[in-house]
């Protein structure tokens, strides 16, 4: 693939995983950075070798590629004049593929929503295109993407906005549960376990059964089953959680971060 030049607008913790692993794959692959507070452009800059803008008026306007990395509620106050063939990718949660390019007076924006794994060449890392790439660009997207993790097509910006709650919004969900289990282990034992160490293994364990898994079909809850006796431990502890219907709470959390999703397109 040729040395391509990309404009990154947004240098938060989703930008950053981004460019860091685009270049780790194409370390010559140029970086024009902005952020409106410059610091965190300079620290990535130092990282990847990319460029710090200290003001946007400084952004290239003929790049191979633009990555959109800001928060969408910033979208209003962005001011960019870009060119009308500009490839652009966005990251912006909810923002619907027409919205930018009726902004920007651009016809290729791809969407793209990946996770913070992404940064360790482990993310989920879900995509839409719109008609108007062409199978060359495509491909270079998905070259550059293709150290940040698994890459999952989307046929539409729904299944996209749905997905959304479940692999970007994952993370956090289970390093919420990680954190229950590290302080409740810690209360227990008084402190005496390593408990952090103890709960990443055992996450970090169950993840690489579950990707077993899925090369041997074998679902979920097959697995959960091969864990759980009848009346033992986890049968107990798992009695707790559907008596106090942990599906139904998670429903509710992935409807709110979906609800959230839909306020943020408007």
């Known amino acids: 693939m040729a040395n391509l030049k990309i404009g990154v607008f947004g240098c938060g913790n989703m930008g950053r995983a981004l460019v860091q692993a685009m270049n780790a794959q194409w370390p010559k692959t140029e970086f024009f950075l902005y952020t409106p507070s410059i610091t965190k452009a300079q620290d990535l800059a130092q990282v990847v070798g990319g460029v710090c803008l200290k003001q946007i008026e400084e952004m290239p306007k003929d790049l191979d590629w633009y990555?959109?990395?800001?928060?969408?509620?910033?979208?209003?106050?962005?001011?960019?004049?870009?060119?009308?063939?500009?490839?652009i990718i966005s990251v912006l949660a909810g923002v619907k593929v027409l919205k930018l390019s009726?902004?920007?007076?651009?016809?290729?924006?791809?969407?793209?929503?990946?996770?913070?794994?992404?940064?360790?060449?482990a993310g989920a890392n879900l995509h839409f295109?719109?008609?108007?790439?062409?199978?060359?660009?495509?491909?270079?997207?998905?070259?550059?993407?293709?150290?940040t993790g698994k890459i999952f097509p989307m046929s539409s910006e729904e299944d996209l906005d749905i997905s959304t709650a479940f692999s970007g919004s994952g993370p956090a969900l289970i390093f919420e549960l990680a954190r229950i289990f590290e302080s409740e282990l810690t209360r227990l034992t008084e402190g005496r376990v390593p408990a952090k160490e103890i709960i990443a293994q055992t996450f970090f364990g169950s993840s690489t059964l579950?990707?077993?898994?899925?090369?041997k079909e074998i679902s979920f809850e097959e697995l959960r089953n091969q864990v759980t006796s009848k009346k033992g431990v986890t049968y107990e502890a798992l009695e707790?959680?559907?008596?106090?219907?942990?599906?139904?709470?998670?429903a509710s959390a992935f409807a709110a971060a979906y609800k959230r999703t839909l306020e943020l397109s408007k």
């Open 67 to 87: 990555l959109l990395a800001f928060k969408p509620q910033s979208l209003g106050d962005f001011q960019f004049s870009f060119n009308g063939d500009s490839k």
């Open 102 to 121: 009726e902004k920007f007076k651009v016809k290729k924006i791809a969407r793209l929503m990946p996770n913070t794994p992404s940064a360790l060449g």
């Open 129 to 147: 295109f719109n008609t108007t790439f062409n199978p060359d660009e495509i491909a270079e997207i998905y070259s550059l993407l293709q150290a």
């Open 210 to 215: 579950m990707n077993s898994a899925l090369q």
């Open 240 to 250: 707790v959680l559907q008596a106090n219907k942990l599906q139904s709470i998670f």
